[in-house]
């Protein structure tokens, strides 16, 4: 499939992700540190795709600056698999229900991403799917600061992704970061928006 990156419709992106597992990450910045201890917690998150001007853009989170975990970081809404979720798609429909107010019958699920594992001890499936026009998204002013959306053609290009470094368990790691006006997208986010335009874009 060859679109151009304002072009992508929600069945397009559902097409490229049919078929795909939600696997392991085999490449990132913290794969091969954490090679032997991945961890055996699991999370999901939701990848919201809704009608922009210019095409699809995708819905960010800001969390607030007192959680224990990602404080004042951009994420997308998600949490942990809990007992009663009966897959990570509930999972990732409930958190965004109750971090933004996402009712889920609005939401049309589209496929998974990649698994990814993170170093606060997850390994987090990302759910990609669409939100009808017209919902209105209310944070829960307990986890979220601020709910925002990017084109998803700006994060498609790679004029847009820039490198930075940081120390984990004494070693320089390369991570990848998208700077959208005050906002940074970094870490397992970031990945994880570069393994979506991997497959969209099968760069």
């Not at 910045?29 to 095409?55: F, H, K, N, S, T």
């Not at 209105?136 to 490198?163: G, I």
Request: overall charge negative.
């Amino acid at each position: 499939m060859t679109l151009s990156a304002n072009q992508w419709l929600p069945a397009d992106v559902q097409e490229a992700l049919t078929g795909r597992p939600a696997r392991a990450l085999t490449s990132g910045p913290y794969v091969a540190l954490l090679q032997g201890e991945l961890p055996p917690a699991r999370a999901a998150v939701l990848c919201a795709l809704v009608d922009g001007r210019e095409g699809l853009d995708v819905i960010f989170t800001r969390r607030v600056d007192h959680l224990r975990h990602h404080a004042g970081q951009v994420s997308f809404p998600g949490g942990r698999v809990d007992d009663d979720d009966a897959d990570e798609e509930a999972t990732a429909l409930r958190e965004a229900h109750e971090e933004i107010g996402l009712p889920p019958a609005s939401v049309t699920v589209l496929g998974r991403l990649h698994e990814h594992p993170t170093i606060t001890g997850f390994r987090v499936t990302p759910v990609v799917a669409h939100i009808e026009s017209g919902v209105t998204l209310t944070p829960n002013p307990a986890e979220v600061a601020d709910v925002f959306q990017v084109p998803l053609h700006w994060l498609l290009d790679d004029a847009n992704v820039s490198r930075a470094t940081r120390e984990y368990r004494g070693r320089r790691i390369v991570v990848h970061r998208f700077d959208w006006n005050e906002h940074v997208i970094w870490g397992a986010t970031a990945s994880m928006i570069l393994d979506l335009k991997k497959i969209l874009l099968g760069a």
